[in-house]
């Protein structure tokens, strides 16, 4: 029991940041402050569903991404490129 539990709560909410659909489907999801690149089969994601700023629920293990579909189907990928983004944060302007 412990294991399943495990692998329920391993799914996480991500935003999609771009879909490129050719032989195969190039999928660039944001994760806080890392963004992964992975391609999936194109018959199994159905990309056609997919926008950018679309919230999915995903996991990355290793070189392996994980999508659930809309229709809480899993789909596996293999992540080809990971990438942190770096937020700088704005000084505060004050006004005397």
């Known amino acids: 029991m412990r294991l ?8 996480q909410a991500a ?3 771009d879909v ?3 032989q195969t489907v190039m999928l660039a999801l944001q994760f806080g402050d890392t963004i992964y690149g992975a391609e999936f089969s194109r018959r199994d994601l159905g990309a056609e569903s ?5 919230r999915v ?22 992540v080809i490129r990971v990438q942190r983004v770096l937020v700088h944060r704005i000084p505060e302007l ?3």
Request: charged share 35%; hydrophobic share 40%.
């Open 4 to 11: 399943l539990l495990s692998a329920v709560l391993a799914f």
């Open 20 to 22: 490129q659909t050719d």
């Open 94 to 96: 004050r006004i005397r």
């Open 50 to 54: 997919l926008k950018e700023g679309d």
């Open 15 to 17: 935003t999609v940041i």
């Open 57 to 78: 629920q995903a996991e990355v293990k290793g070189h392996h991404m994980t999508v659930r579909r809309k229709d809480g189907k899993r789909v596996a990928g293999r």
